[in-house]
């Protein structure tokens, strides 16, 4: 069983950046293709990026293609995302998962772990 835990969540002006971090407890983290996920309320939930296990392999939702990137340090159980070019838009609740499927899928079902999430804001 995995158990994530999101952080870097915050607020910022439109043009700013975000880092997430996502921490993970169990073992052999480096099995598990992680993903982001955004939800507003009144939405579903969003796929925002996923990333392999190992060879770091990533897929990303169209509407942050080109100014994200999902990375991994499995040394420290902790995949991340950089997001620069934030708009207000880009306001969410922001996810991490973990699956066992070896897909950079985008489908919420895939994934079997969920973090709490954390609110990211942009302001205009």
């Known amino acids: 069983q995995v158990q994530l835990v999101e952080s870097g969540g915050g607020l910022t002006q439109a043009g700013g950046s975000l880092r997430l971090s996502c921490a993970a407890s169990g073992r052999f983290f480096s099995l598990y293709y992680m993903g982001w996920f955004r939800q507003v309320p009144g939405k579903e939930r969003e796929f925002v990026a996923a990333?392999?296990?190992?060879?770091?392999?990533?897929r990303y939702g169209e509407s942050v293609k080109g100014r994200s990137t999902a990375s991994r340090s499995n040394s420290k159980n902790t995949a991340y995302l950089q997001m620069n070019g934030l708009q207000p838009e880009d306001t969410a609740v922001y996810y991490c998962?973990?699956?066992?499927?070896?897909?950079?899928?985008?489908?919420?079902?895939?994934?079997?772990?969920w973090g709490q999430g954390t609110q990211f804001t942009v302001s205009s």
């Open positions: 998962a973990a699956t066992l499927r070896r897909s950079l899928s985008a489908s919420l079902n895939d994934y079997l772990y």
């Open positions: 990333i392999s296990g190992t060879n770091s392999d990533t």
